[in-house]
Structure formats: structure tokens, C-alpha cells
């Protein structure tokens, strides 16, 4: 039997109320001053010519790929391209590695190849603990990149490795990448509107 309207609406106003109770979370803790801070260091990247590296899993490798179009591309403002990689876009990369190697390897290969010094490199992993993302974060500290992770509750083991690490207060997977979707395009419009004042397309 299906359910009712009734039962159907009340769930979907439990899940918005939920949302909203997480946000309003968010909101009052240190994630201002951290989303701050990410998007500091990716205009001061940007300004010296570096480029953003974002990478996840599943819907995080969305939320990535997603990211990085709105550098690429445009969020709301016309201007320059600026550089940004998605790390699970080139099927035959990320499938040679995972073929060749492990794929626990699939990112910090790739993080050999392309992080440097200057960079910022962005790993998303709900639980924090997502073995490629914490691997490749490590490659990238040492290649001289400044590292974020978005976690969640805890931060898990990718939030010992990452310079910062922005930690949901929440285990519940979807609230934690809804605030991290938010946070994000955040940083996209905090970027846009400081890079394109400097320097109007």
C-alpha cells in the first residue's frame, strides 16, 4: 500500500525541518570564519596564478565536478576563465589507475601529476575517511599545496591530514553534503565577486 499524502507531506516537511535545523547549525559555529578562509586561499591561488584540484566520491565526486564547472565556466558573474580539476572526470585516468594500482590510489596519482605549490586542493568525503581522498590530500601537502577536506561529524582521518578541515556536525549523508553543496557555492561567489572587482572581464 502507498502512502498517504498526508504521511508523504509530513515526511518531506520532517527532511526540510531537518535541513533547516542543520543549517541553522552551520550558522551559528566556526564554519563562517573556515568558508572565509577557503575562499581567501583560493583568491590568493588564483592571484598568483595556481589553480583548484577537487575531488570525491559518489555524490561528492558530483558536488566536485560541480565545483569546478562553476570556476571553469562562470557562477554569476562574467570573467575569466580560471583553472580548476576534477579529479574522477578522465574515465581512462581514473580507471588505469584503479586497473594498474588500487583504488585507494586513483587520486593522489593523479595529485603527482598535477598538484604544485600554490595550488588548493578540496577533497569531499562525508564521513572523512574516504582512503583515496585522504592518500591524495597527503600528496598534496607534500608537493606544497594548501589543503581543505569537507567532513562530516568528526572529520575522520582526512581531517588530521587537510590544513582545514570544515567538519558538518552531522553523520546523516545527505544534510552533510546539502551543507556542503551550500558552503561551496558560497566560496564560488565570495571568489567571483573579489576576482572580478580586481580585474572586470
Known amino acids: 500500500m502507498s502512502a498517504s499524502p498526508s504521511s508523504t507531506r509530513n515526511e518531506i516537511q520532517a527532511q526540510l525541518a531537518a535541513h533547516r535545523a542543520l543549517l541553522d547549525q552551520v550558522a551559528a559555529g566556526p564554519y563562517a570564519a573556515q568558508t572565509a578562509e577557503l575562499a581567501e586561499r583560493l583568491i590568493a591561488a588564483y592571484r598568483r596564478g595556481g589553480k583548484l584540484i577537487i575531488m570525491g566520491n559518489g555524490g561528492s565526486a558530483a558536488d566536485a565536478q560541480h565545483v569546478a564547472a562553476e570556476m571553469v565556466a562562470r557562477f554569476k558573474r562574467e570573467r575569466p576563465a580560471w583553472p580548476a580539476l576534477a579529479l574522477h572526470g578522465n574515465t581512462s585516468t581514473l580507471t588505469a589507475i584503479g586497473n594498474d594500482y588500487t583504488y585507494d590510489d586513483v587520486y593522489s596519482r593523479q595529485m603527482e601529476a ?17 582512503r583515496n581522498v585522504v592518500a591524495a590530500l597527503r600528496v598534496a601537502r607534500a608537493r606544497g599545496a594548501w589543503t581543505a577536506v569537507l567532513t562530516g561529524a568528526g572529520g575522520g582521518a582526512a581531517g588530521q591530514v587537510a590544513d582545514l578541515c570544515l567538519a558538518i556536525p552531522s553523520r546523516d549523508t545527505p544534510r552533510v553534503q546539502e ?23
Open 179 to 201: 551543507m556542503h553543496i551550500t558552503l561551496l557555492h558560497i566560496v564560488c561567489d565570495l571568489v567571483e565577486a573579489s576576482l572580478t572587482e580586481a580585474n572586470p572581464a
Open 114 to 130: 598535477f598538484a604544485a605549490a600554490g595550488d588548493v586542493v578540496i577533497g569531499l568525503s562525508t564521513s572523512g575517511n574516504s
